[in-house]
């Protein structure tokens, strides 16, 4: 009987699922597993109404969950009791998204991983383990190079009026939002990080215009000031990238890297692909 595993990797608001097996599968897609914000059986209830009947056709030997919040066995543990209520036969592995970035992106080969998505992280991977992992300090002191952090930029230049014309009238184009509301949605509602990730958009859309460059370039550089300097292997590892912000903001990160010293690796917009390599390969007897 073929032997088949189940991939996750989660965020607070999606979770990408993968079957593999000696052929892979494609992915479906749930709601988030957040154990900051749900508790086991919440998890269960949620899960078997978004899960494709045919999930429970295949024999799936083990459970490999990479998911936000995860990083402390207590929170690791409630998605893995609510994963082995709805899989009582199978391994189930629960670890931090982080980690799930350090595989996809390194393999079982030492390098350093950073995520540039909604928030931002980085770590020191050794191929087995994480072995040091900059402090991150959220989107209010920290994100650096993030989605939070570069629309937090693009917030300040509005409001602060520091835009010219052309682009202050494309902003309010585009959002048709005022101080008042804006205020509002980062202070007083749920979610500030992703409202303020969502001003990311304006920075693609208006590529080559200096001070959209200036920014995008700003504020990737302090994640490099502040993350990857930290890292004693920084000059004889490959530093490889992650998420939204990564994939569309390549080229800043190639300049950088090339004026920093830093061997670039792989730089890719979702974890799912090379954590479907990496445990296909695993599970065939390559690594």
Same mark, same amino acid.
């Given at each position: 009987m073929t032997e088949f595993i189940l991939l996750a990797d989660s965020g607070a608001t999606k979770t990408e699922w993968r079957l593999i097996g000696h052929v892979s599968q494609p992915?479906?897609?749930? !709601? =988030?597993? /957040? &154990?900051?914000? %749900? *508790? /086991?059986?919440? %998890?269960?209830?949620?899960?078997?109404? +978004?899960?494709?009947?045919?999930?429970? +056709?295949? &024999?799936?030997? !083990?459970?490999?969950?990479? =998911? $936000?919040?995860?990083?402390t066995n207590p929170k690791a543990n409630i998605v893995k009791k609510a994963l082995s209520s709805i899989f009582p036969d199978s391994n189930i592995h629960v670890t931090h998204d982080l980690m799930g970035a350090?595989?996809?992106?390194?393999? @079982?080969? &030492? =390098?350093i991983a950073c995520i540039l998505g909604t928030g !931002? @992280? /980085?770590c020191e991977f050794n191929g087995k383990k994480i072995t040091f992992n900059s402090p991150g300090l959220g989107f209010i002191l #920290?994100?650096?190079? !993030?989605?939070?952090? %570069? #629309?937090?930029?693009?917030?300040?230049?509005?409001?602060?009026?520091?835009?010219?014309?052309?682009? $202050?009238?494309?902003? *309010? *184009?585009?959002?048709k939002t005022n101080k008042d509301e804006i205020l509002h949605k980062v202070y007083k509602e749920p979610y500030p990080n992703r409202y303020l990730a969502s001003f990311a958009v304006f920075l693609s859309a208006h590529r080559g215009h200096y001070i959209i460059e200036n920014i995008i370039e700003d504020s990737i550089r302090s994640f490099f000031d502040q993350h990857i300097v930290r890292y004693k292997s920084r000059f004889t590892s490959n530093v490889n990238f992650v998420g939204s912000i990564s994939f569309h903001f390549k080229d800043k990160i190639v300049e950088l890297c090339e004026a920093y010293g830093f061997e670039l690796g792989d730089v890719i917009k979702q974890p799912m692909s090379g954590l479907a390599k990496y445990h296909k390969e695993k599970l065939i007897g390559n690594i």
């Open positions: 992915s479906f897609f749930t !709601s =988030g597993l /957040s &154990p900051y914000h %749900m *508790e /086991s059986a919440l %998890m269960v209830d949620l899960l078997k109404k +978004e899960f494709p009947d045919s999930i429970y +056709e295949k &024999p799936i030997n !083990s459970v490999f969950f990479y =998911g $936000t919040g995860c990083k350090a595989i996809a992106l390194c393999g @079982n080969k &030492p =390098g !931002s @992280n /980085s #920290g994100d650096e190079g !993030s989605g939070a952090y %570069m #629309g937090r930029k693009v917030i300040a230049h509005y409001l602060y009026q520091q835009f010219d014309k052309i682009l $202050t009238d494309s902003f *309010e *184009e585009q959002f």
